[in-house]
């Protein structure tokens, strides 16, 4: 992932934004919101700029408004990205967080909402985290996955996938084109136990779901459109 395109417009971070508290979760520490006897619940994988991003934590408590149990676990342990520091360096910053390691974390935080009644998980990453989601939706740990505009993630990791995962993409994408995630839709679409999609969405760059301006209507609406769909998708998968 050694675009530049995902570290544009990065969020003011805000440690005390939502409705949730944050608290320990599998060892990690982790935005928790929603009803908390709910049955049902869902990951989000944070991209580079961490779990502390408003818009992040706002598409948090949305989801959870609509039923679920939602965390969004600091993957990256209090170090997210931040391209305003003349020192900082993507590529190193990438091999300090490693999205294999990732998805052992996110693991973890399942096993620890499962140990707590939860008996249905989807899992949705952005960016960064969708390279994790994407392992994880080889294992048995979720029902569900849903990957947006992702870092470079690979084609044996599609073949690999075994749970109904849905792939929501930008039109410009220097990280990953959208004839590359048309591609692994078509591979996807071999696997007949599985149910999918990939969407396209027109005029939009990597990232638009997460780093959109509240002030631009447009790109508001377009992001709040993949939101939807992803909440879409969970509704039917995660039960």
């Known amino acids: 992932m050694s675009s530049s395109q995902c570290l544009e417009n990065p969020p003011t971070l805000n440690p005390n934004y939502g409705v949730g508290t944050v608290k320990e979760l599998g060892g990690l520490k982790t935005y928790v919101t929603g009803p908390p006897d709910s049955k049902l619940a869902i990951l989000l994988a944070n991209d580079a700029f961490g779990f502390e991003a408003p818009n992040l934590r706002k598409l948090a408590d949305k989801v959870a408004a609509a039923g679920f149990l939602v965390v969004v676990p600091d993957f990256l342990y209090g170090d997210p990205a931040e391209p305003s520091n003349p020192q900082f360096d993507l590529d190193t910053w990438m091999k300090n967080h490693d999205t294999v390691k990732g998805c052992e974390d996110a693991k973890k935080v399942i096993a620890a909402l499962k140990s707590r009644g939860i008996s249905a998980i989807g899992a949705a990453g952005f960016c960064w985290g969708g390279m994790v989601v994407v392992k994880l939706?080889?294992?048995?740990?979720?029902?569900?996955?849903?990957?947006?505009?992702?870092?470079?993630?690979?084609?044996?990791?599609?073949?690999?996938?075994?749970?109904?995962?849905?792939?929501?993409?930008?039109?410009?994408?220097?990280?990953?084109?959208?004839?590359?995630?048309?591609?692994?839709?078509?591979?996807?679409?071999?696997?007949d136990e599985i149910q999918s999609y990939v969407k396209i969405f027109p005029g939009v760059a990597h990232g638009w779901t997460m780093k959109y301006n509240d002030e631009d209507d447009s790109a508001v609406k377009i992001a709040e459109e993949a939101h939807l769909d992803m909440l879409n998708w969970f509704t039917k998968h995660v039960k």
């Open 137 to 191: 939706a080889s294992c048995d740990d979720i029902q569900a996955a849903v990957i947006l505009h992702p870092g470079p993630i690979t084609v044996d990791e599609i073949k690999a996938v075994n749970v109904p995962t849905a792939i929501l993409g930008a039109e410009f994408d220097s990280i990953y084109s959208a004839e590359k995630l048309k591609q692994l839709g078509e591979i996807l679409a071999t696997k």
